[in-house]
């Protein structure tokens, strides 16, 4: 099971403290990087891939990147994400899906280190659907290209990257078995309409494709979808699911029926969402008009699941793509 953030940063500020004792280095699961990779520019974004596809197909648990730590001079270069030239760490997940075959899960976030310097962390947690493709190997001379090769496959051995060879995606295979999750969900949706005011909320209606590929059941109590733009006046939108709409048109409180996904299986419904109570009708009218007008503007949907246990997966992002399939 992945780590929480809390844990991660326990793990990075007891690495720190032990590399600047000498009592500690890098490692396949671990690597410090200076400064943050220039995510603008074709060079920094291959670097970026190549340490990253390569952690994650490594064997083990949780990958971590530490940005911000010379691991040689044991020096600090405060820095925060922004350094990267990216927006937000949602932009992350879009630059792998795109480079990567079969992308998988990253988080980044900025701490303060054990002695107050701002440095950022990347978190990369253990892939189920491992080997990951890079699409494209480049290699850069003096800034420029250099060198393409399609279709390559990475991993760590010790602190360095290499091509991975028969043993290694053997092993891949093999550690599939030790990392399955019990929860894994993936949500997809064709439309997103019917935006209309419901008792001082806005309301909308979609179907969602919920499939579950863990090893056990799931009973959802609550479904949040937090919706962003890509205009440069950014504002997000976020609605709580209400209920499933049944054939009769009879709708079907989700809280008092959560829905049922069993193991390795698909539902689909149709599922009504609510935003926050607004207090004024012009606002309402203002908000559905924004999200009709901008649709096709969605930077993406950001969704979060939760279940009747008390789980909460919140790591699946519903991604809009720019015609009319939508999908996470």
Not at 114 to 123: A, C, D, L, P, V
Not at 164 to 179: C, H, Q
Not at 232 to 244: H, K, L, P
């Amino acid at each position: 099971m992945s780590k929480t953030k809390e844990e991660i940063i326990n793990i990075v500020k007891i690495e720190l403290e032990n590399s600047g004792n000498n009592l500690s280095v890098e490692y396949s699961k671990l690597d410090f990087k200076r400064d943050w990779y220039n995510l603008k520019s074709d060079q920094g974004i291959q670097e970026f891939l190549k340490d990253t596809v390569a952690m994650v197909n490594t064997v083990g648990l949780d990958g971590i990147i530490v940005i911000g730590f010379d691991d040689k001079t044991k020096k600090f270069h405060e820095c925060n994400f922004y350094d990267s030239k990216l927006n937000d760490p949602s932009e992350l997940l879009g630059i792998i899906s795109k480079n990567i075959s079969y992308p998988f899960s990253i988080d980044a976030y900025d701490i303060s280190s054990i002695n107050g310097k701002r440095i950022s962390i990347i978190h990369l947690p253990p892939s189920f659907e491992k080997p990951h493709v890079l699409k494209s190997f480049r290699t850069y001379k003096g800034g420029d290209l250099n060198r393409e090769e399609l279709q390559r496959i990475l991993v760590r051995k010790g602190s360095k990257r290499d091509f991975a060879t028969k043993s290694d995606l053997e092993l891949m295979l093999y550690d599939r078995k030790n990392i399955e999750p019990d929860y894994r969900i993936f949500l997809s949706t064709t439309r997103l309409d019917k935006i209309e005011p419901h008792n001082k909320c806005v309301k909308f209606t979609c179907d969602l494709s919920i499939e579950n590929s863990g090893k056990r059941p799931m009973a959802i109590s609550q479904i949040e979808l937090k919706l962003q733009y890509y205009n440069e006046d950014w504002e997000e939108y976020i609605f709580s699911s209400y209920q499933v709409v049944q054939p009769n048109l009879l709708g079907k409180d989700i809280l008092e029926n959560p829905l049922i996904v069993l193991a390795n299986s698909i539902i689909q419904e149709t599922i009504s969402f609510l935003s926050a109570p607004i207090n004024h009708d012009d606002i309402i009218k203002a908000k559905i008009d924004r999200i009709q007008r901008e649709r096709a503007n969605f930077k993406s949907i950001n969704a979060q699941i939760f279940l009747i246990n008390g789980v909460a997966l919140s790591k699946d992002l519903l991604f809009v793509r720019k015609r009319h399939n939508r999908s996470i």
